[in-house]
């Protein structure tokens, strides 16, 4: 903070200060977007229940997919993927919300599975460049505030020719389902912290990957997206 402050005094410069507004606005959004989250920690596995029956079948299918052993998962939640990580892969688990990380702590402990969690930003992640082998992220880019800044992090953190995989809602291409998804997404954003008519596909292109390529899972609103670095 003391850095940021000097910095902007030594600019001293109107329009420059103006510049940085839209990263403050950013951090406010993250900020709400945790403290969403934070209270819903407790119930949200019951929440997610009725569409959980069907993710289980997506979230196995995906970690089959997975290659590599040392794996970073963002918005990891309460630990929804714990149970397919494995003993053979070595797990750092993040999330930006401690309550949220929490649960998955106890998931993992319940399920005997081991790894490293710790509380991280998926637009500022705390790695350094190249230091995984893939990155899974699931139900994640909905809500973060700044997605394509999230997704060129996880480009960033992850060895080249690296995997990224993820599982998100999406912007559908059905006219009609097209039309209330985007009327009822900042109602959503609001009440439940999640954009609903976010095109992550593009975004991940946006983000530089040198491929991208995605298979619908329902209608074409759940997709999985698989990327290399
Ligand atoms: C809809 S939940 C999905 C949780 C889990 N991945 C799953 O599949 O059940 C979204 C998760 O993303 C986390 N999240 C939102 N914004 C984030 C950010 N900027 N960085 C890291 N995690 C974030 C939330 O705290 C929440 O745990």
Redesign the pocket.
């Known amino acids: 903070m003391g850095q940021l402050e000097s910095s902007r005094s030594e600019r001293g410069s109107r329009d420059q200060k103006k510049a940085d507004r839209p990263r403050k606005t950013e951090d406010r959004q993250?900020g709400l977007?945790?403290r969403?989250?934070?209270r819903?920690?407790r119930i949200?596995d019951i929440t997610?229940w009725p569409m959980?029956r069907r993710?289980h079948r997506w979230?196995r299918d995906l970690w089959e997919r997975l290659e590599g052993e040392n794996i970073l998962?963002?918005?990891?939640?309460?630990?929804?993927?714990i149970p397919f990580y494995g003993a053979e892969r070595k797990m750092t688990v993040?999330?930006?919300?401690p309550k949220?990380?929490e649960q998955a702590r106890g998931r993992a402990a319940e399920e005997g599975v081991a790894g490293t969690f710790e509380i991280?930003?998926?637009?500022?992640l705390p790695y350094p460049d190249n230091n995984f082998d893939a990155a899974v992220?699931?139900?994640?880019f909905?809500?973060?505030?700044?997605p394509v800044q999230?997704l060129w992090e996880l480009r960033r953190v992850v060895v080249p020719g690296g995997q990224i995989l993820l599982?998100e809602h999406v912007l559908t291409e059905i006219p009609v389902l097209r039309f209330l998804m985007r009327l009822l997404d900042p109602l959503m954003a609001r009440l439940w912290?999640?954009h609903i008519s976010r095109e992550t596909v593009d975004n991940v292109r946006r983000a530089g990957f040198s491929t991208v390529s995605d298979t619908d899972l329902s209608l074409d609103i759940v997709k999985r997206v698989e990327a290399r670095v």
């Open positions: 993250t977007v945790r969403r989250y934070e819903l920690a949200y997610q959980e993710a979230r998962e963002v918005g990891a939640g309460t630990g929804a993927n993040t999330d930006i919300a949220m990380l991280a930003d998926a637009q500022n992220a699931t139900f994640v909905c809500s973060v505030p700044d999230g599982l912290g999640a």
